[in-house]
């Protein structure tokens, strides 16, 4: 008898061959969840992956505008085909499928939960090595049921050094532990920033607990990233896959090694 809130996988969608399939956590909201898998996914592509970006932050979604991607996605028989960004990466999220992209979305968690479920068995994505997935943040109904549903290959978790997030960042961990999904490292974001006048490096929200979170979890740190007004423009002017790091590649490089396409 299946244990009681244990879900069965979903098979591969219809005429699609996903190799790799890789999460986007964080225990809260406002760390820049979004950015760093829509920045995953770009350094995939520019590694010549075919890469597929699911926004399952359906109350939230913010992937479209990161990436510049806009219109409606066509159906092909009973498959919704994702819109491309301009590097090719392929990208599905409930914002394409709205009037306005700002319509709110107003829905109880199974609503949410069965709409996710649906981009990943509706939609063409085709062949695809990496499909990677931006999760809402916390620990509730949405996580839960793709961790449970979706054939996961790993886990990015991503946090930022501020007291608060170091607290929720363990609940994450310890859930993504609880479902036997395999933790990729974590990501500290927004860590540190370079004043432009003098080089000199501040830390605007406290010292980095990376490190810390790290060992005391048993998971390896994949990166550090600055709070940069170049990433942040160019996100918001939709062009986030263009921005480059050695801090992204070394983050890619460690992923890579782990789940190898």
Known sequence: ????????????P????IKRVIAVISGKGGVGKSSIAALLASELSRRKYQVGLLDADITGPSIPKLMGVRGRPV??????VPEQSASNIRVMSINLLLESEEDPIIW???LIAGAVKQFWTDVLWGDTDYLVVDLPPGTGDVPLTV?????????VIVTTPQDLSVLVV??????VKMLDVPILGLVENLAWAECPECGHRIEPFGPSHAEEIAQSMGIDVLGSFPLSPELSAMGDAGRIEYY?????AKMVDSILQKVPA
């Open 14 to 17: 219809e005429n699609s061959h």
């Open 170 to 175: 363990k609940k994450a961990v310890s859930m």
């Open 75 to 80: 159906t092909l028989g009973s498959q919704i």
């Open 147 to 155: 961790m449970q549903s979706l054939p996961l290959d790993g886990a």
């Open 244 to 248: 480059r790091s050695e801090i992204l």
């Open 108 to 110: 109880r968690g199974p």
């Open 1 to 12: 008898m299946q244990e009681e809130g244990v879900m069965d996988k979903l098979s591969q």
